[in-house]
């Protein structure tokens, strides 16, 4: 299983990035997905996350400005954030709670990371 950020990029203070992360591989079955964030000097944090029935939690710092979704039939999901703060730098992990087949346990994955810069 690999999971495939993409998205990050540079913007404004006030702008908006959508970010991706598709799931591959051997799949039966996909629970909770997540984004985490890490700046510099700063412990990894939950940013999102969504449950397999599209219940969603955010941390209280992009409470308001961030959305996450999934597409199940595409195994993806998607964080549209927008008002983007300067605070909101930092690399961007994905994870997805993944089951690989019928009897399998289910294993968490991660994405390699996209960077998230807002700046003037």
């Known amino acids: 299983v690999q999971l495939q950020a993409s998205g990050g990029g540079l913007v404004q203070p006030g702008g908006s990035l959508r970010l991706s992360c598709a799931a591959s591989?051997?799949?039966?079955?996909?629970?909770?997905m997540g984004w985490y964030r890490q700046a510099p000097g700063k412990e990894r944090e939950l940013v999102a996350a969504i449950s397999s029935g599209g219940s969603t939690t955010y941390g209280d710092s992009v409470k308001g400005r961030f959305t996450i979704s999934r597409d199940n039939a595409k195994n993806t999901e998607y964080l549209q954030m927008n008002s983007l703060k300067p605070e909101d730098t930092a690399v961007y992990y994905c994870?997805?709670?993944?089951?690989?087949?019928?009897?399998?346990?289910?294993?968490?994955?991660w994405g390699q990371g996209t960077q998230v810069t807002v700046s003037s």
């Open positions: 994870n997805t709670d993944i089951r690989e087949g019928p009897q399998s346990q289910v294993f968490r994955y």
């Open positions: 591989g051997s799949i039966f079955s996909i629970n909770a």
